[in-house]
């Protein structure tokens, strides 16, 4: 079971008693370019946040508090459901390959931080914790790869190899992002109060639909970890 490697630390709990994370594992995909039915549902993401005249949703502030509490600056550093809301209703949320453009409408659509990492990239356990600022982080800088470690006490998603995720969601790194020749694959999909949990378990039957409809018969793994308290 791909999930039994998957933990939340007592110290993200202690921090933010309300979090919840449901992950989805699965395997058997098929990624490639975007489609018709990806480009879509970007955009109705779009839509919705324009139509919002890109006012933030209100338990949007919640994940300014959370960064906030581990010495982050929300100003600086947006949480990643905060940063793609803002795209959406100005710019226009980017296009990089299906699946990433599926969980990023998905992401907007239900305005909770939604991220996508290959499994096959992964090493040992999966786990939020907060950092001891001496974990590797693999990222782009100026066109070459470089590190940039996260900060003591910053919650980051980590395995043993390393990173995969700052600053809780805000940054990916890019050993374990997904490409088109993606097959397997673990969503994290983000909850603090007041969004009600059942509207984080609808975000992950939204994403299930989108690649079912792709991809028949995939094998699937689902587990929600947290809340402590509602």
């Known amino acids: 079971m791909v999930l039994d490697r998957v933990s939340v630390a ?9 979090f919840a994370v449901l992950a989805i594992a699965v395997s058997g995909l098929v ?12 955009r109705d993401a779009e839509d919705m946040a324009r139509a ?26 947006a949480s990643s459901v905060e940063a793609l809301w803002k795209r959406a209703a100005g710019a226009g949320l980017p296009r990089v390959n299906w699946l990433v453009d599926v969980y990023n409408a998905v992401s907007v659509a ?27 982080f693999d990222t782009m800088k100026d066109g070459q790869p470089a590190s940039d ?25 890019t050993r374990t992002r997904l490409t088109e020749s993606s097959t397997t694959a673990l969503f994290l999909l983000e909850r603090l109060a007041p ?29 929600r970890f947290g809340p402590v308290t509602p």
């Open 10 to 18: 007592p110290e993200v709990h202690a921090l933010r008693p309300d």
């Open 31 to 42: 990624n490639g370019p975007g489609d018709d039915r990806s480009a879509a549902a970007l």
């Open 52 to 77: 919002s005249s890109g006012a933030v949703p209100p338990h949007v502030v919640s994940w300014q508090d959370a960064y906030r509490a581990f010495g982050a600056k929300p100003q600086r550093t």
């Open 110 to 136: 239900h305005v909770l931080p939604v991220g996508g990492e290959d499994l096959a990239h992964y090493g040992g356990a999966i786990r939020l914790v907060r950092a001891t600022g001496a974990e590797p």
């Open 149 to 173: 470690p996260p900060a003591p006490g910053e919650v980051v998603w980590a395995d043993d190899v390393g990173v995969t995720c700052r600053r809780w969601n805000w940054r990916q790194c």
């Open 195 to 223: 969004l009600p949990l059942d509207a984080l378990d609808a975000a992950g039957d939204a994403l299930l639909a989108f690649l079912h409809a792709r991809t028949p018969g995939l094998q699937v793994e689902r587990a």
